[in-house]
């Protein structure tokens, strides 16, 4: 069974730093592209960032391009998303997901909850 | 970047009824897309990836058509379970994009 667990999330103040993490379970971790996208409360989905299987790839929305980094331990099966300079637009749930090889999301975690203020 | 247009935003419908949801990229995306229900306090789940193969586990009455720019996702006979908020995705190019949600709502 797909098993993804986020965790890092917290109350951070304007322009502070947070890490967050997603460990994976269940499928070979390292075969997979991962994603994050996060939801703002009471609004819809934005996909933040993608990872390839490797790492070698990364891709980031405009929206936090410059401040948010991506990365992935393949030997310990985590991804985590850096986020830096952090804004009050950027409080969301962040979900990691897992990519189906190049056909989209197919699991996504529970969710972590970053909120932004002073 | 791609667009993605849901419509309508919300939606009543009955238990029993046949329901239609209808996402438009704005260029075209081949079978790219897939579709996401979302229940309230609760992550996505997926089902339909490629515009029409249904994810394992996802109940039959779920179907995904449509190719290009036009597609749909189809309830054939609505159950209770199924009031939630439906999300469209294309995932041709990056950025990867969301349509805008369709609110399912019992009438």
């Known amino acids: 069974e797909v098993q993804l667990l986020e965790s890092g999330g917290g109350l951070v103040q304007p322009g502070g730093s947070l890490r967050l993490s997603c460990a994976a379970s269940?499928?070979?971790?390292?075969?997979?592209?991962m994603n994050w996208v996060r939801q703002a409360p009471g609004k819809g989905l934005e996909w933040v960032s993608s990872?390839?299987?490797?790492?070698?790839?990364?891709y980031f929305a405009d929206s936090v391009k410059g401040r948010f980094s991506i990365s992935r331990d393949n030997s310990k099966n985590t991804l985590f998303l850096q986020m830096n300079g952090l804004r009050a637009e950027d409080t969301a749930i962040y979900y990691c997901?897992?990519?189906?090889?190049?056909?989209?999301?197919?699991?996504w975690g529970q969710g972590t909850l970053v909120t932004v203020s002073s | 970047d791609i667009q993605m247009t849901q419509s309508p935003s919300s939606l009543s419908a009955s238990v029993g009824d046949r329901v239609t949801i209808t996402c438009r990229a704005s260029?075209?995306?081949?079978?790219?897309l897939g579709w996401f229900q979302q229940k309230p306090g609760k992550a996505p789940k997926c089902l339909i990836y490629?515009?029409?193969s249904l994810q394992s586990g996802a109940p039959s009455r779920f179907s995904g058509s449509g190719s290009g720019t036009d597609f749909t996702l189809t309830i054939s006979s609505l159950q209770a379970e199924d009031f939630a908020t439906y999300y469209c995705?294309?995932?041709?190019?990056?950025?990867?994009?969301f349509g805008q949600g369709t609110r399912l709502e019992i009438k």
């Open positions: 997901a897992k990519d189906r090889r190049a056909m989209g999301i197919d699991y």
């Open positions: 269940g499928f070979t971790f390292n075969n997979y592209a």
């Open positions: 990872i390839g299987s490797s790492g070698g790839s990364t």
């Open positions: 260029q075209g995306i081949s079978n790219s």
């Open positions: 490629a515009a029409s």
């Open positions: 995705q294309q995932y041709s190019s990056y950025p990867i994009t």
